[in-house]
Structures are given as structure tokens and as C-alpha cells.
């Protein structure tokens, strides 16, 4: 007899059992080839996974410092700033 089950799709369409299964697929797309013949791809897709909170900790920081480096270079290129020459 058929009976309904739980699955999960990626980007892609294919089915997936888990939701982990499924974003890892959708990882390893974004990624595209890495290594040799693309086998390390999913791998890396699932360590992207594990790791989530450390790299967006880190995406945090760079958009943090990048917003302090856009405000130091204003400064600096402001027109009322004059060299001192000897």
C-alpha cells in the first residue's frame, strides 16, 4: 500500500531525507568543483554546516569591519585635510 512520507528538496529538485542532507546538496551546488573531480565538495558543504555560527561570526565581524573601514576612509579623503609640506 502507498503511503505518504517526509522529504526534503533542494534547490536543484531532488529529494533528501533530512533537511541536513538537503542544504548540504544546495552547499555543495553553490560550491561548485573543489579537488579533484569535485570530491571534495560535499564535504566541505558539510563542514560549512557544522561550522555555521563560527563562520557567521565571522561574516558578523568582516561586515563590521568593513562598515568601520568605509567611515576611516571618509575621513582620511576629506577635503579640509591639508599635507603639511617642509
Known amino acids: 500500500m502507498a503511503k505518504a ?11 533528501h531525507d533530512t533537511p541536513t542532507s538537503a542544504i548540504v546538496a ?24 557544522e561550522k555555521r555560527s563560527e563562520i557567521e561570526q565571522a561574516f558578523a565581524d568582516f561586515d563590521s ?3 568601520g573601514c ?10 579640509t585635510r591639508r599635507s603639511i609640506q617642509a
Do not use: C, F, M
Not at 5 to 14: H, K, L, T
Open 26 to 49: 544546495d552547499i555543495a551546488a553553490a560550491l561548485g568543483r573543489v579537488g579533484d573531480e569535485g570530491g571534495l565538495t560535499n564535504g566541505v558543504a558539510k563542514l560549512i554546516l
Open 70 to 79: 568605509a567611515t576611516i576612509s571618509e575621513v582620511i579623503a576629506h577635503p
Open 65 to 67: 569591519l568593513e562598515q
Open 5 to 15: 512520507i517526509e522529504a526534503y528538496q533542494d534547490e536543484r529538485g531532488n529529494l
